[in-house]
């Protein structure tokens, strides 16, 4: 069974960090990506960033801001949030695909987390 699973969502005021972690089972993932949704809003695109680390794709609204890693050996992605800001409030998504295209496309990612709230404050 494959299962993605975020955690480190929360409550923060503007202008401070927060680090989000998705740890995925069931088998290996060349692929791992975040997405968020905002309540009526499409989900958007963040980041995403291959197995080995060294190549990574990242939304312009959030490029300089938001930092992705990955821990291949234990199937680990990390989203590093800075200088949040009230538009960053929404629910954040684990994402994953067998293969690295850079894709910023929700279709191209077959597994997802459940999601984890994140709320920041003005």
């Known amino acids: 069974q494959v299962r993605l699973e975020e955690s480190g969502g929360g409550l923060v005021q503007a202008g401070g960090s927060l680090r989000l972690s998705c740890a995925a089972s069931?088998?290996?993932?060349?692929?791992m990506a975040w997405f968020r949704q905002a309540p009526g809003k499409e989900r958007e695109f963040l980041a995403v960033?291959?197995?080995?680390?060294?190549?990574?794709t990242y939304a312009d609204s959030v490029k300089g801001r938001f930092t992705i890693s990955r821990e291949s050996a234990k199937n680990t992605v990390y989203l590093q949030m800075t200088s949040l800001k009230s538009e960053d409030t929404a629910v954040y998504y684990c994402?994953?695909?067998?293969?690295?295209?850079?894709?910023?496309?929700?279709?191209?990612?077959?597994?997802w987390g459940q999601g984890t709230q994140v709320t920041v404050s003005s």
């Open positions: 994402a994953a695909a067998p293969y690295y295209s850079g894709s910023r496309y929700s279709n191209d990612y077959p597994y």
């Open positions: 960033i291959n197995s080995w680390g060294d190549r990574s």
């Open positions: 069931g088998r290996s993932f060349n692929a």
